[in-house]
Antibody, heavy 116, light 110 residues
Framework: EVQLVESGGVVVQPGGSLRLSCAAS????????MHWVRHSPGKGLEWICL????????FYADSVKGRFTISRDNTKNSLHLQMNSLRIEDTALYYC?????????WGQGSLVTVSS | QSALTQPASVSGSPGQSITISCTGT?????????VSWYQQHPGKAPKLMIY???NRPSGVSDRFSGSKSGNTASLTISGLQADDEADYYC??????????FGRGTKVTVL
């Protein structure tokens, strides 16, 4: 069974940094592109970034480019999101998701709250 | 990276069919057969319902179907049931190799 378990979400002040992690199991991790997607309160889903199977290629939404960095460790079946220069509008439930052109499986999310 | 356009809400009675539209551009929806649809119940993670425009993952009811014409994709739910009441999002691959979602449609079963 595919499992994706996010962790690391906390309350952080504007301008702060945070690192989210996603532990993957139940599939061959390095066979799949991985994504981060967020769901803000009262808003819809927003795709944030992706990383290729070998980690060699990354792509970002304009809203996070230059502030967030996606990475993966294929030896540990883990995905990470380094979030810097956090803004109030980054407050959201952050999901990791597996898939290439679509999001085949999702975790349950990790809540990030940016507040002073 | 503008969000795809979806109606804010769609409603129908049990047993009826409803259709949700998802409009993009030639750089996303219209340019590739990589449109997918997700169902999200409150407090739950999204669930893949349709991928590559009109394919259903194993386990998804055949009451759900997808199509595309030009820059607009559509999700049709036939034989509407109470459990279909949820938020639905479309998503597309883009020419920048990014992905984009629609703003979501709330489906209400009357």
């Amino acid at each position: 069974e595919v499992q994706l378990v996010e962790s690391g979400g906390v309350v952080v002040q504007p301008g702060g940094s945070l690192r989210l992690s996603c532990a993957a199991s139940g599939f061959i991790f390095n066979d799949y592109t991985m994504h981060w997607v967020r769901h803000s309160p009262g808003k819809g889903l927003e795709w944030i970034c992706l990383i290729s199977r070998d980690g060699g290629s990354t792509f970002y939404a304009d809203s996070v480019k230059g502030r967030f960095t996606i990475s993966r460790d294929n030896t540990k079946n883990s995905l990470h999101l380094q979030m810097n220069s956090l803004r109030i509008e980054d407050t959201a439930l952050y999901y990791c998701a597996k898939g290439q052109q679509y999001f085949q499986n999702w975790g349950q999310g990790s809540l990030v709250t940016v507040s002073s | 990276q503008s969000a795809l356009t979806q109606p804010a809400s769609v409603s129908g009675s049990p047993g009826q069919s409803i259709t949700i539209s998802c409009t993009g551009t030639s750089s996303d929806v219209g340019g590739y057969n990589y449109v997918s649809w997700y169902q999200q119940h409150p407090g739950k993670a999204p669930k893949l319902m349709i991928y590559d425009v009109n394919n259903r993952p194993s386990g998804v009811s055949d009451r759900f179907s997808g199509s595309k014409s030009g820059n607009t994709a559509s999700l049709t739910i036939s034989g509407l049931q109470a459990d279909d009441e949820a938020d639905y999002y479309c998503s597309s691959f883009t020419s920048s190799n990014t992905r984009v979602f629609g703003r979501g449609t709330k489906v209400t079963v009357l």
